[in-house]
């Protein structure tokens, strides 16, 4: 739809470079997923591209990109829903509450099957209204931006000039494991509360950003080290003593020396440089290991509140045991068994055949005499002092 043609052999590269970013966009890649729409761009102009451009500009906060690209696909189609939208959120976010009350419900018409319009708009009423309604979970939407369709829905080369398929990012889940709401902070980003949180990351760095309007650089104060950070800024707006503090114990280590914060008009962002690029954060915090305890050994109810690893005490006991030295009897058995663990299959037959059929008398480890012998009858061994052979069948 509005797609501006190019030949048939651009078609397929900008086919392949918009599936690459898709899949990127997906698994959270950002940066990498705005190259490759970039490179799809310049070889297609389509709506559908601009649009997941949008979407991918907005997810990494860059507002006024958001804008343009929006704007240029609404130029090749200037009732596209999804278009809109990203514009509407996109001027919500600059703080042109009125403009982004139109535009989205501009995009509402056009989509009226999509309720998170609505739910824009009314959030566009309350700050209109002056209302102090915090924006917890309504600002979410930003962070969970929808996602553009994975590569196998991306659209098929074209032979002949026709016109594409526009498919465009839909809205994702209610949840997304890269977001954070500070629920308890004091500031939103168009200076009610709270601050608005979130965060991502690629390969190298992690991004988290802090939706707070108006913050004054040089009034910033930063601690960035290996394990954990601290930032924090004075309300804008608020009294002298309002202050905004994020303190974490990171997931993993960083390099701080290589880590840096940003502020721009709307947000501060704090990028830091992974230490170990091939770990992927699961939360920006690190979190205390629980030991478990495995299947077969139950946990006992106590009210004891140190915990005791009993695997590793038996383990302990049991090496006491093994390093413990026998005397008497106890020795002599122990090395009757040693020699029995390590001897082969003759031996261990010599040891069993010659005790059992002896009534415990001899012990040999010479298959070639035992396999010979009788002990039950002509070889029969002259039984200790005091005690006499019978059978025991008769009494």
Known sequence: LGCRQPPAAATMDAATAFGRANVHYVNEEYDEALQNYTQAISLQDCVEYRSCRAACHLKLGRFEETLEDAGEALKLDPKNSQALYWKGIALFYLADFLQA????????????????????????????????????????????ASKPVNQALAPAPATTPATPAVVTPAPAPAETPTEVIDRHTPLSITGRKPVKREWYQNATHVFITLF????????????????????????????????????????????????????????????????????????????????????????????????????????????????????????????????????????????????????????????????????????????????????????
């Open 212 to 395: 707070a309007k108006g913050v004054a650089e040089e009034s910033l104060k930063v601690d960035l080290q290996q394990k954990e950070i601290a930032v924090s800024f004075p309300l804008p707006g608020g009294s002298s003593d309002e202050e905004y503090q994020l303190n974490l114990d990171l997931h993993d280590d960083i390099v701080p020396s290589k880590s840096k914060v940003e502020v721009s008009r709307v947000k501060v962002e704090v990028i830091l440089e992974k230490k170990n690029p091939q770990i992927k954060w699961r939360d920006l915090e690190r979190k205390e290991q629980i030991l478990e305890t495995p299947p077969d050994q139950p946990e006992y109810p106590t009210s004891n509140k140190s915990k005791r690893n009993w695997s590793q005490i038996d383990r302990e006991i049991e090496e006491e045991l093994k390093n413990e030295k026998p005397d008497g009897d106890q020795a002599l058995n122990k090395l009757f068994q040693q020699i029995y663990e390590r001897a082969d299959e003759d031996t261990r037959r010599a040891m069993n055949k010659s005790f059992q059929t002896s009534g415990g008398t001899v012990l040999s480890t010479n298959w070639g005499e035992v396999a010979a012998n009788d002990y039950e009858g002509k070889d029969r061994p002259t039984p200790p002092d005091g005690q006499e052979w019978r059978d025991w069948r008769k009494k």
């Open 101 to 144: 009350k139109s535009t989205l419900e501009e995009s509402l018409l056009s989509d009226p099957a999509k309720a998170t319009r609505s739910l824009w708009i009314r959030k566009c009423d309350a700050e209109l209204s002056g209302s102090s309604l915090p924006l917890v979970g309504v600002t979410a939407e930003l962070s969970k």
